[in-house]
C-alpha cells in the first residue's frame, strides 16, 4: 500500500482556488431540534409559529456553520419541514383533489396531511405514497398527478429562504428539483405517464427562475439525479425539451447537479444541455470525470463531488487532489458527491467513540472542512499541505489497523458452501409440515414486529443506560410490558403473535450493538422520513457473534402463550445497507460476515423451539443498483447472503421476511429466489398497486400484503381494509394469503394500535366467513 504522498505534486506558485460549496445540509439539527420541533406541533404542545421559529432558526444555524467549516456558497431551499419532493409539489401547486381545500384553507395543516394524513375535525385524508429516494434510506412522498393537470407557481418558501441567507451576508445558491426528476418520481392517479404534463410545468419553473433572479440570485442548482438512470429515447428528449425552454426564461445561470452514479450513456445528453455549471458524482463514479472532460463544453463550470456525502468515513484527499488538479481551471466547485442529508452533522458533539476510530471519521462539518483544506492546499496554502498529509498518514493507519480483521472470520467466509444457502426441501413440502405444526386459520394474522415504544419504555432504557436503574429493575420491567404486550395480541384475536420488542432501540443498531465489528455514536442521526430519525451503527470491522442476541426474550415470550410467537432479526443486507459500512472491502464480503453471525442466531432460535422466525429485509430493493446493467452480481451476492443467514433450519419451522417501501415489480423473480415461506410487503399506500407484480409472476410461498399504513395516525375502518383484501385475493390465492399492516407498530400509540388491528382482525374474520 503506498504511503501518502508529499505536497511536493503540488503546483510551486499559487493558483486560483477552486470554491468550496455543498449540495444540501441535514435538516434535523445536531440534536435532532426539527423532530422534536414537528411532533410537538403535531401533539398540540406548541403552536404553528414555534415550529416555524425552530425551522428559521435551524437554516440560520447550518448556514452558519457551513460558513464557519469553510464552505464559500451555501444552498438555501434544501430545509423543508417534512421532504423536499413534497415541498416541489406543492410549490407548484400539485396537490390531489381530496386534500385541496385542507390546504388552500390551512397551509401548513394541509401540507401535514399529505404527508402523514389526517382523521380529525370532519378529515379523512390519506398520505400520500412513500417510497425510497434511490438507493438511499431516506424515503420521499411520492407526487400523484392528475391526467389534467396544471401547476401554478406558489414561489414564497424559495424566495423567503433566499432573502434570509442573503440578510445574512451569505452567497447562496437556491437549490431546486428538476422538472423532469420531479415528474419521473411522481404517479399520475390514471396510470399515465407524467413526463406527458412536461409542457404544463415548464411555464411555472420558468416562473420561479425569473422571480429568483430578481431576487439577487446568481445561480440556481436543478437537481436531476435521474440523469444518472438508464433513460429512454422519450425521457432523454423530455430533457432536451425542459432545459431547452428554461434557456429561454431571464433565469440565473444554471448549476446542473447529477449524484448517486456516473451520467454514463447520458453524457453526451447532459453535455448538449443550455446549463452554465455541471455538478459530477467523482465518489461513486471518478472514472467519468475524462469522458466529462471530453464531452461537456468548456463554457460550462464544474463542480465535483470528491467527499463522500452518504459514509461517515475521512476522505481519501491524496485521490481528490489528483481528480481537481486533471480538471484544472475548469474546477470551479468542489463538493460533496451529493447533499450532506445522508450524514449526521458534527462529529464535534461525539463523546462516545473511541479516539482512534473518532479520528477515521467525518461527519457534515468535517467534510465541508476536508473540502476547505483541499481547497487551500491547491491554492498553494503551506498549513493546508501539512494538513493533507497528516491525513493521507492516518488514512493509511486506518487501512492498516488490526482492527479492522479477524482471521477466524475470514476463514469461515470462505468456507461457505452452496448447499448452506438452500433449504432441505422445495416449499410444497414444508409447507404442510409447518401447517401441521402451527396449526394456523385460513387468512392468519399478525403483525410485523413491533409494538409502540411508549414513553415508559424509552424512560425506562434511558434510566437503565444511565445507571438509575439495575439490570434487574429493567428486565422485570421489560418482562412486564412483554406480557402486556402478548395479552393486548390475544384479546384482539392476532393467529400469530410477537414479543413487542421493548428490548431494543432500533432494529439495525440493537443487534449492531451484540455483534463484533460495531462502534455507536451518540449523536449520529439522519433522517428516515419527516421526524423519523435513525442512527445507524459504524460498521468498521470484520464482523461475528459472540453470544445469543435474541433467543431469551423468544424463549420467554413463548412460554407465556400458547399462540405461535415469532423470533424477530433484522436481514443481514438490511443491517449492511442501514449502517455507515466500511470501504476498505466490497459490501458483498462484508454481507456475508453479517449472514453468518444471524445463521447462528437462526439456529439458536430453532433450538429454542422457535417456530417461525422472521427475518426482516426492507433494505433489499433499496440496495439495488441504479443501472439495470448492475443488478445481476447484486442480487446474487443479496439472495445469497440472505439464504445463507436463514436456510439452515429444518422443513418445519417457518422462515418469514418482510419489505417496505419499494417497488418489487422488475425483481419478483429475485424476491422469489430467496424463499422464505411467507413474505410480508407495504402495499396499503399504494391500494395494492404493488400487487401487479404478483398479478404477472405467480408466487409460489405465502404472502401478507399489508392492509394498513402504520406510518399515518390514521386509522381505516374494517370495511377499507376488506377492500384491500379483496383486491390481494384477485392475484394472490387464499391459502397463500396472509393478513398483516405495513411494517412495525413502534413509532404508534396504544389507542390506535389496537383500533386498528381490531378491524384488521375483523376484516380477517369476515373474510373467511365469506370464503367458507
Known sequence: ???????????????????????????????????????????????????????????????????????????????????????????????????????????????????????????????????????????YLVPEFAADQTFTLRAGKPLAELAHARALGLEARPVLLGPVSFLKLGKRSDGGCPLELLDALLPAYAQLLEQLRR??????????????????????????????????ADAPQLLLATYFGALGDNTALVASLPVQGLHVDLVRAPGQLETVLAAVPERVALSLGVVDGRNIWRADLDAAVELVKRAGARARWIAPSCSLLHVPVDLQLERKLPDRLRGWMAYARQKLEELRVLADALGGDEAAREALDIAGRARVARLLSPMLRNPRVRERVEAVTPDQSRRLSPYPQRAPLQAQRLQLPTFPTTTIGSFPQTGAV??????????????????????????????????????????????????????????????????GWVQSYGSRCVKPPVLFGDVWRPADMTVAWARYAQSRTRKPVK??????????????????????????????????????????????????????????????????????????????????????????????????????????????????????????????????????????????????????????????????????????LWVNPDCGLKTRGWPEVRDALRAMVQAAQGLREAVA
Not at 421532504?83 to 401540507?111: K, M, N, Q, W
Open 1 to 139: 500500500m503506498q504511503q501518502s504522498q508529499s505536497h511536493s505534486h503540488f503546483p510551486s506558485t499559487d493558483a486560483a482556488r477552486p470554491l468550496v460549496t455543498h449540495l444540501g445540509f441535514p435538516r434535523i439539527g445536531a440534536r435532532r431540534e426539527l423532530k422534536q420541533a414537528l411532533e410537538a406541533f403535531w401533539s398540540g404542545e406548541t403552536s404553528a409559529g414555534a415550529l416555524q421559529d425552530t425551522a428559521s432558526a435551524l437554516r440560520q444555524r447550518h448556514w452558519q456553520l457551513a460558513r464557519e467549516a469553510g464552505a464559500d456558497v451555501v444552498p438555501c431551499n434544501d430545509f423543508t419541514l417534512y421532504d423536499h419532493v413534497l415541498d416541489t409539489a406543492v410549490l407548484f401547486d400539485a396537490i390531489p383533489p381530496s386534500h385541496r381545500a385542507l390546504c388552500e384553507a390551512d397551509p401548513l395543516a394541509g401540507y401535514f396531511a399529505l404527508a402523514r394524513g389526517l382523521q380529525r375535525d370532519g378529515h379523512d385524508l390519506r398520505a400520500l405514497e412513500m417510497t425510497k429516494w434511490f438507493d438511499t434510506n431516506y424515503h
Open 458 to 523: 424509552r424512560q425506562a432504557r434511558a434510566d437503565h443506560r444511565a445507571g438509575r436503574i439495575d439490570d434487574g429493575a429493567y428486565r422485570a420491567f421489560l418482562e412486564a410490558e412483554t406480557d402486556r404486550c402478548l395479552l393486548e395480541q390475544e384479546a384482539l384475536g392476532l393467529d400469530v403473535l410477537v414479543h413487542g420488542e421493548f428490548e431494543r432501540n432500533d432494529m439495525v443498531e440493537y443487534f449492531g450493538e451484540q455483534l463484533e465489528g460495531f462502534a455507536f455514536t451518540g449523536h
Open 215 to 248: 431576487a439577487g440570485a446568481p445561480w440556481v442548482q436543478i437537481d436531476e439525479p435521474c440523469l444518472v438512470l438508464d433513460l429512454t429515447p422519450q425521457e432523454q428528449a423530455a430533457y432536451r425539451r425542459a432545459f431547452a425552454a428554461l434557456a429561454q
Open 567 to 736: 423470533g424477530m432479526l433484522t436481514g443481514p443486507v438490511t443491517i449492511l445497507q442501514w449502517s455507515f459500512v466500511r470501504d476498505d472491502q466490497s459490501r458483498a464480503q462484508t454481507c456475508r460476515q453479517i449472514a453468518l453471525a444471524l445463521r447462528e442466531e437462526v439456529l439458536a432460535l430453532e433450538a429454542a423451539g422457535v417456530g417461525i422466525i422472521q427475518i426482516d429485509e426492507p433494505a433489499l430493493r433499496e440496495g439495488l443498483p441504479l443501472r439495470r446493467g448492475d443488478w445481476a452480481a447484486y442480487l446474487d451476492w443479496a439472495g445469497e447472503c440472505f439464504r445463507l443467514a436463514a436456510n439452515g433450519v429444518g422443513d418445519a419451522t417457518q422462515i418469514h421476511t418482510h419489505m417496505c417501501y419499494a417497488q418489487f415489480n422488475d425483481i419478483i423473480e429475485s424476491v422469489a429466489q430467496l424463499d422464505a415461506d411467507v413474505i410480508s410487503i407495504e402495499t396499503s399506500r399504494s391500494r395494492m398497486e404493488l400487487l401487479d407484480a404478483f398479478a404477472r409472476y405467480r408466487y409460489p410461498n405465502g404472502i401478507g400484503p399489508g392492509v394498513y399504513d402504520i406510518h399515518s395516525p390514521r386509522v381505516p375502518c374494517a370495511q377499507e381494509m376488506r377492500e384491500l383484501l379483496d383486491k390481494a385475493l384477485d392475484v394472490v390465492p387464499s391459502m397463500q
